[in-house]
């Protein structure tokens, strides 16, 4: 089966950079994948990463170590906007490889 | 109007009713799923859909049913309500076409009080 480790919380003030780990156990792997939600919100696609190394879009950046089984989400120059809960999953060869397990979620609370 | 659509917005029921979520479509996305959210628990998989004859169990289907009617049509049941089916049930798609993948399209969300 599948297994991710997330953080629960995590604090950090406007304009700051954080990180977001997620750690997995995984019988197959496809790719990490994150998703932002907002409160009463529907979860967003955020980033996919199916390759080492780092995935650029803006201000977030997505990191995939596959011999390590872990990744990030990197937020920078923090805004009150980004006060959500970040979900990070893993994409599985199950389903012909569209099936993603999710993690627990990261609340992320950005202070003035 | 949203490419993936969820009827109703909220719903409180009475414990041993039977109710329905519905889910619709407008992505043409093949691959229809059902999750769960329970806070600190993320989101379970009920229920998954390849295509209208293809339906399959995910993680958390005790208690629960799907139909799907047409590609763009996928709905939740659940049989006989009860309280720990309180939850906030999200609806998502996905497209198999291609060699890329593109994460899923949620939609709003039901959120279900079972009393």
């Known amino acids: 089966g599948q297994s991710l480790e997330q953080p629960s919380e995590v604090t950090a003030v406007e304009g700051a950079i954080v990180q977001i780990n997620c750690t997995y156990q995984?019988?197959?792997?496809?790719?990490l994948s994150w998703y932002q939600q907002h409160d009463g919100g529907a979860p967003t696609f955020l980033s996919y990463?199916?390759?080492?190394g780092l995935e650029e879009t803006g201000r977030f950046s997505s990191f995939l170590s596959r011999s390590d089984s872990y990744g990030y989400l990197l937020l920078q120059e923090l805004q009150m906007k980004d006060s959500a809960s970040y979900f990070c999953a893993v994409r599985s060869p199950r389903g012909a490889g569209n099936m993603l397990t999710f993690g627990g979620g990261t609340r992320l609370m950005v202070k003035p | 109007d949203a490419d993936v659509t969820q009827t109703p917005r909220n719903r409180i029921t009475k414990t041993g009713k039977r109710i329905m979520l519905e889910c619709s479509q407008t992505?043409?996305?093949?691959?229809m799923y059902w999750y769960r959210q329970d806070p600190g628990l993320g989101l379970r998989l009920i229920y998954y859909?390849?295509?209208?004859?293809?339906?399959n169990k995910g993680e958390i289907s005790d208690g629960y049913s799907v139909s799907r009617q047409a590609q763009a049509k996928f709905s939740l049941s659940l049989e006989s309500a009860i309280p720990n089916q309180t939850a906030l049930y999200f609806c998502?798609?996905?497209?198999?076409?291609?060699?890329?993948?593109?994460?899923?399209?949620f939609g709003s969300g039901t959120r279900l009080t079972v009393v």
């Open positions: 998502a798609t996905s497209d198999s076409s291609g060699q890329g993948f593109y994460g899923y399209t």
């Open positions: 992505k043409g996305h093949d691959r």
């Open positions: 990463n199916a390759l080492d």
């Open positions: 859909s390849f295509d209208v004859k293809d339906i």
């Open positions: 995984t019988s197959g792997f496809y790719g």
